[in-house]
């Protein structure tokens, strides 16, 4: 499976942006997808998941209010729709697909795209 992420850019505090990511190859159906960010200095975290089948949501606090997760099914794309985005919000945002285990985990995700920038000035 190959994951495409794009939509990043540099934006001011306030803005708003979507990031998205389609799946492409020999995919399976009806796989969860979720984003992870990569703050400049920091660990890569959790930013919000979904479930594929009936569309349940995750979210960081950090992101709570502000973002939100959807997904279609018919092109296998999942997006975000970022607002009120905050300079703490500057990182690389990856998707990923395949989940195993807990949402909010790094290690319960089988494949990754290849990361879009976010930069937000203040």
């Known amino acids: 499976v190959q994951l495409q992420a794009s939509g990043g850019g540099s934006v001011q505090a306030g803005d708003s942006l979507r990031l998205s990511c389609e799946a492409s190859g020999q995919i399976q159906r009806n796989r969860d997808m979720g984003w992870f960010r990569h703050p400049p200095g920091k660990e890569r975290e959790f930013v919000a998941g979904i479930k594929w089948i009936g569309g349940d949501t995750q979210y960081a606090e950090s992101v709570k209010g502000r973002f939100t997760i959807t997904r279609d099914k018919a092109k296998n794309t999942v997006y975000l729709q970022m607002t009120s985005l905050k300079p703490e919000d500057t990182a690389v945002y990856y998707c990923?697909?395949?989940?195993?285990?807990?949402?909010?985990?790094?290690?319960?995700?089988?494949?990754w795209g290849q990361g879009t920038q976010v930069t937000v000035s203040s």
């Open positions: 990923a697909r395949d989940r195993i285990s807990n949402m909010d985990l790094e290690s319960s995700w089988y494949a």
